[in-house]
């Protein structure tokens, strides 16, 4: 992998945050570069890892058979990486989901995370605890809508046995 990627992917993406801001200001897209950074690096090695995987046998019939890379990519390359693209996305939508929410807990006026800090120094162990179930249901849920798209992808491409 890219050295300078190697280099950037152990920073923490709030670690990112005041960089941002200087660059790009305050207000919502700071938050959905720090949001989009939580994910990214997941997908990305997940994605280049899978590559590197890929049986280079397909790849010399591919180049006997005269096929065109851009054939090669949909027929091949898209299908060979795609279940550990998915999984990546699995994760990566948990980091995201984490640090959307710790994000709210410490600067924003509205939001799951901001419900939490209030119930907390309102001591209403309700609201926190509501706050937190509603953060799981729509974990739960944001993964569900993964997984019905990696099924629909899946079976498209014929592999609809592999789950």
Request: hydrophobic share 60%; proline share 6%; no cysteine.
């Amino acid at each position: 992998m890219n050295p300078v990627l190697q280099l950037l992917r152990p920073i923490a993406p709030v670690a990112w945050m005041p960089f941002i801001v200087l660059l790009i200001g305050i207000g919502n897209v700071p938050a959905i570069v720090i949001i989009f950074l939580a994910g990214f690096f997941p997908v990305l090695l997940s994605t280049a890892g899978a590559v590197r995987n890929i049986d280079p046998v397909y790849l010399k019939v591919a180049a006997n058979y005269g096929i065109g890379e851009p054939q090669v990519l949909y027929k091949i390359v898209f299908p060979a990486v795609f279940p550990a693209v998915a999984n990546s996305l699995h994760i990566a939508l948990g980091s995201a989901w984490i640090f959307l929410v710790s994000g709210e807990m410490v600067g924003a006026q509205s939001g799951l995370g901001y419900m939490i800090i209030d119930a907390r120094n309102n001591m209403r162990a309700d609201h926190l605890l509501a706050a937190m179930a509603v953060i799981g249901i729509i974990g739960l849920l944001l993964d569900l809508i993964i997984g019905h798209f990696e099924k629909f992808i899946l079976k498209q491409w014929g592999q609809d046995h592999v789950y």
